[in-house]
């Protein structure tokens, strides 16, 4: 709720009789006023999504998943950029009731199924666009919760009871300008957002091993990559990261394509100094993904 909003709300509150004012609940009353001060900073996640299988199957990778949620505050509202949603600008979602998207094929009936019917957060996106100026963000009234984002938040948050908004990735932009936009929403960690990227580090569709895909082994290349990846990440070394493009052989098979790969970058330019780093779910699947997902803050 907008500051606009909540005054036009509380006016009648205040001008009505006493006997009205008891009658109003404490609790709805918190609800309003706690998105105008500032929060506990939340952390922020990078989650290494993986196969959409993931949504509806247990594993070791779904219990990581539910860990950090317990590991974490409650937050307000979520805002999720994920490896699914690539658009030409910026843009983010803004109704206030997000479908489910089911954005793949050739996966059992049970998955396209799943529904998660989590509110949006008109609010959130609007203040999203106004901390923005190195680009015009639009307000999406048509995308929804993508499976870059709902696979992975219905483990964390299965009631649903939380607000989520996604914001896109421009496909023509550099990975230091995605960085550098994502510093511009640093304020809302203060507001009771948690801030999700959702995608995986070592993201090569071409070269999986099918025949092994529920085998958690990687590939001598990808391994390689991923460890360079978390001593870079480890030792707050973004410049390295953000510059993947030049760090050779192993890099470029580990990210042959950027999507899957930028939503780390969105997660870790939010990085406060001396912000405790954790890494989990860090293993390597059907040669050539790595679930490596890590959280950011307390």
């Known amino acids: ?38 929060t506990q900073k939340m952390p922020v996640l990078f989650l290494g999504h993986g196969s959409p299988m993931n949504a509806i199957e247990e594993n ?12 974490i505050p409650k937050p307000q509202a979520i805002l999720c950029v994920s490896a699914h949603w690539e658009t030409k600008g910026t843009f983010v979602t803004a109704m206030q009731n997000p479908p489910t998207i089911h954005d793949f094929g050739g996966f059992p009936r049970e998955l396209f199924e799943v529904q998660y019917p989590a509110p949006g957060s ?19 009234d048509k995308w929804g919760l993508d499976h870059g984002a709902w696979s992975v938040i219905k483990h964390l948050y299965p009631n649903a009871d939380i607000p989520v908004i996604q914001m896109s990735i421009d496909y023509r932009q ?21 801030v999700i990227g959702s995608g995986n580090m070592v993201h090569n569709l071409r070269m999986v091993d099918w025949r092994r895909l529920n085998e ?16 870079y990440i480890l030792d707050g ?36 100094k001396n912000e405790e780093i954790k890494l989990f779910n860090d293993k390597a699947v059907a040669g050539s993904l790595t679930m490596t997902s890590v959280k950011i803050g307390e």
């Open 174 to 194: 550099t990975p230091l300008y995605h960085y550098e936009l994502a510093r511009e929403i640093k304020s809302l960690r203060e507001k009771g957002v948690l």
């Open 237 to 272: 070394n973004h410049r390295e990261l953000v510059n993947f493009r030049s760090q050779g052989k192993a890099f470029d098979l580990a990210i042959p394509t950027p999507e899957h790969y930028l939503p780390l970058l969105y997660a870790l330019a939010l990085q406060e």
């Open 60 to 71: 070791e990778f779904v219990t990581g998943f539910r860990n950090v949620a317990k590991d």
């Open 122 to 140: 008109p609010d959130l996106a609007k203040e999203t666009k106004s901390l923005i100026s190195k680009t015009k963000v639009g307000l999406d």
């Open 1 to 38: 709720m907008d500051r606009k909003t909540f005054i036009k709300t509380l006016v009648p509150l205040l001008t009505a009789g006493p006997l009205t004012l008891a009658a109003m609940k404490l609790q709805e009353l918190n609800k309003m006023t706690a998105p105008l001060g500032k």
């Open 216 to 231: 958690t082994f990687g590939f001598d290349w990808a391994m390689e990559a991923n460890e360079r990846m978390k001593s």
